[in-house]
């Protein structure tokens, strides 16, 4: 897969009208058109740059309009993408939009019964497309998509209030109209009868009637143009707009359900809220989406939120963890995250508080770790000596991994577990730190000992 | 800190700002007789004009206001009525946020979990004059004024306001560790004046140092 991928790389290096290719049948584009969206289709089914596509259509319209009934017919044929059938389709389909079309022919057959008994032909001359395209548009009308339809209207708009506009646009319409005409007709006038300039001539009146057509369709392509982004950006918020509602819905609404069931289990209530109130933050303060799991333990910030969710999901307990700097984690301070979660796993299982309280803190030398419960404490004769567990869990792996753990309670008003882990590197000066006072100062604690499981 | 203490009987006068009429209901509930709650705003606007018609003695600010961030009403009231004090009071976990609040004047940061009787603890001691800082307020200060290496020490390092003394440092270390004032100042050996002066001088610090690693944590932090 990668040798494809390399290979491919190098053949196609970077050329200027590739685009990105989109496999699959070919569809008109949804989001990136101009007009129907047939050559943003065109682009992406074969690679090939929009504005290439766009610039090959514009070309072959000059060949007697080729460009332009491709177009067209590009636009019946091909659905867009989501959808399975195309207008054409559609269309065939649409006995009451066929039979409304076909409701056109008796007033062409009027109409060139007027014009041959009067003897005016260009009546007929005139009604024959009117009625045929009449009766093309009433079948396109009924069969676009509702989006193409506002599309159509935004289009057909502007040539509908040709005569509705105010005094003053309408003037500068006119004009518009008088200079483009004129300049259409200087540059049709210097292709057929123009000074015989063999080369200049045919030149000269391409670019005159191209310019004649910007003066006069000019503003209103723009305006299209611009209508089509602003749509574009509108689409853009909508869809982000979606997304937050649907990350709301999924997470916020979902909890709010759930705890208007369990209104009579307060407990239950509280870890639902703060579950919550966790996957939020993470999401508003922290960019993590809710819903995917952070990247495990890579930092010791994420470890120590981690052991906060797990113990309140498990033990129902509140956890109000302040973390205040952050580095990796290596395998010193992974085992100093096992004991923590032990302490604090105990104080919510035991200690019969309302909240345990973790303090993390990350200095140049050492990191410190502060579980704390303002509980029931406990006095080491009721410890059963069996209960070896946290000496193993809690002494033991910092001891192995050159770190120090205290504990210190008093019973009837909680106790607290402190642990330190010196950082790679600078392990020798974290015996002597300047939290000595604190493991020094042991007035109601008991060092050493096996605390409760 | 100049406002008279409230003498015995008299009520601190408690104002709420707060978007969500239901949190505030809850507030006021929690709060019971032991304050007086003398008016509520739920916008900027609105808490500027009636703060400054009823001077409170305490405002119970919240950090997100839909016309802003707090510190919108924190600084037109002090300019006009400097005795009124301010506590910030937030779910928000945005450290810059509540960083902005502090240093705009407000007294303290507490939480939303707080329980009844520590909001009125809490609110007693503004009125007073002290600094109430929450476990999660600490961390923050600790956090911007976490030591330097010595290659980024700024040339107007000032160390009366720019860098906390090592008892500060331990005192709101106690206070991230979920300690009380009492039980800090029992730890310490130390009255509990003496850990609310320590806590004042911090906010002292938060709110006039110029301190560069204060704006530079803050973008750091700015994820949203």
């Not at chain 1, 333990?297 to 969710?309: F, P, S």
């Not at chain 1, 032990?342 to 309280?357: G, L, R």
């Not at chain 2, 104002?15 to 009429?21: C, E, M, P, Q, S």
């Amino acid at each position: 897969m990668s040798e494809r991928w390399v290979g491919h790389r190098h053949y196609g290096r970077h050329r200027w009208w590739r685009a990105a290719r989109q496999p699959g049948p070919l569809r008109r584009s949804h989001d990136d058109r101009l007009l129907g969206g047939v050559a943003t289709g065109v682009s992406r089914k074969f690679g090939i740059d929009p504005t290439v596509v766009r610039l090959g259509f514009v070309l072959s319209s000059l060949m007697s309009g080729f460009g332009v009934a491709l177009y067209i017919g590009a636009w019946l044929l091909v659905p867009v993408e989501g959808e399975s059938s195309s207008i054409a389709n559609r269309a065939v389909g649409d006995w009451r939009g066929i039979a409304l079309a076909l409701s056109f022919i008796p007033v062409l057959v009027l109409a060139l019964v007027i014009s041959s008994s009067l003897g005016a032909g260009w009546v007929g001359t005139l009604a024959t497309p009117i009625c045929i395209g009449a009766g093309g548009f009433v079948l396109l009308w009924r069969n676009v998509g509702s989006e193409e339809r506002a599309l159509m209207e935004r289009v057909l708009r502007p040539l509908a209030r040709l005569g509705f506009t105010g005094r003053g646009s309408r003037r500068l319409l006119v004009l518009r109209i008088v200079v483009g005409a004129a300049i259409v007709a200087g540059g049709v006038w210097a292709i057929t009868d123009g000074p015989h300039r063999a080369l200049l001539r045919p030149l000269g009146g391409v670019l005159l009637v191209v310019a004649g057509a910007v003066v006069v369709f000019g503003p209103w392509w723009l305006n299209i143009a611009r209508d089509l982004l602003d749509e574009r950006q509108a689409r853009a918020l909508a869809e982000e707009r979606a997304d937050i509602a649907t990350r709301v819905h999924d997470s916020v609404l979902q909890t709010l359900a759930l705890i208007q069931r369990r209104a009579d289990q307060p407990h239950q209530v509280v870890r639902l809220a703060r579950a919550q109130e966790r996957e939020l933050r993470s999401w508003l303060f922290e960019g993590q989406v809710p819903g995917t799991g952070e990247d495990e333990d890579a930092t010791l910030g994420t470890a120590v939120r981690r052991i906060q969710r797990e113990v309140e999901a498990l033990h129902e307990v509140p956890v109000e963890a302040v973390v205040v700097g952050d580095c990796e984690l290596n395998d010193d301070l992974r085992s100093m995250m096992e004991a923590g979660r032990e302490a604090t796993v105990n104080a919510a299982k035991w200690s019969q508080a309302d909240f345990v309280s973790l303090f993390v803190e990350v200095e140049p030398d050492e990191v410190s770790m502060f579980v704390r419960d303002r509980g029931v404490g406990f006095s080491e004769e009721k410890i059963a000596a069996d209960r070896r567990g946290v000496k193993e869990s809690i002494y033991g792996r910092m001891a192995r991994h050159g770190g120090q753990a205290e504990v210190r309670t008093t019973p009837g008003l909680g106790t607290e577990v402190m642990l330190k882990m010196p950082r790679s590197g600078s392990r020798s000066s974290a015996d002597h730190s300047n939290h000595g006072n604190h493991s020094s100062r042991s007035d109601h604690s008991q060092n050493g000992k096996p605390a409760r499981t | 800190m100049s406002g008279p203490p409230p003498g015995e009987g008299t009520l601190v006068r408690v104002f709420l700002v707060d978007d969500h009429g239901l949190f505030r209901a809850g507030v006021k509930a929690e709060l019971g007789d032991a304050v007086e709650v003398v008016g509520e705003a739920d916008d900027v606007e609105p808490a500027i004009e009636l703060i400054s018609e009823r001077e409170p003695d305490v405002v119970l600010l919240d950090v997100h206001l839909p016309g802003g961030g707090g510190q919108l009403v924190i600084e037109p009231v002090k300019a006009r009525h400097p005795e009124v004090k301010f506590l910030a009071l937030s779910v928000s976990d945005a450290p810059e946020d509540v960083i902005a609040v502090i240093r705009a004047g407000a007294r303290g940061y507490v939480t939303k979990t707080i329980s009844g009787p520590e909001l009125v603890d809490a609110v007693q001691r503004v009125a007073a004059g002290d600094a109430v800082f929450s476990p999660r307020l600490a961390g923050f200060v600790l956090d911007a004024f976490a030591a330097l290496p010595a290659e980024q020490v700024p040339v107007t390092f000032d160390p009366e306001l720019d860098q906390l003394s090592a008892r500060e440092r331990e005192v709101l270390r106690l206070i991230a560790r979920g300690y009380t004032y009492k039980e800090l100042a029992r730890e310490l050996s130390i009255s509990v004046k003496t850990v609310e002066s320590h806590v004042s001088a911090v906010l002292r610090k938060l709110q006039l140092s110029s301190r560069h690693q204060l704006t530079r944590w803050a973008t750091e932090r700015r994820l949203v």
